[in-house]
């Protein structure tokens, strides 16, 4: 009888272990769905003017493709751009 409240003991506090991890977590991905929420606005789904718009440039893609590469490579732009 012993050996299994030792094992009903241990069982619990596992339980409340991952009960904690899970609130941790849960937390976490509360602030990462707020941060991309955040990060996807720009000026046409907000109040931010077109100025504060993040714009990379088709060549600033291409080279930081080709840096990427490490081959120093130039990628030419597709007809996808």
Do not use: W, Y
Not at 12 to 35: F, G
């Amino acid at each position: 009888m012993q050996e299994e409240d030792a094992i009903i003991d241990h069982q619990a506090a596992v339980i409340a272990e991952l009960r904690q991890q899970i609130e941790t977590l849960v937390k976490r991905i509360v602030q990462l769905e707020d941060e991309v929420a955040r990060l996807k606005r720009d000026s046409s789904n907000s109040s931010k003017p077109p100025s504060g718009d993040i714009v990379i440039s088709k060549r600033q893609t291409i080279m930081t493709m080709a840096s990427c590469t490490g081959r120093g490579v130039l990628i030419r732009p597709s007809t996808a751009f």
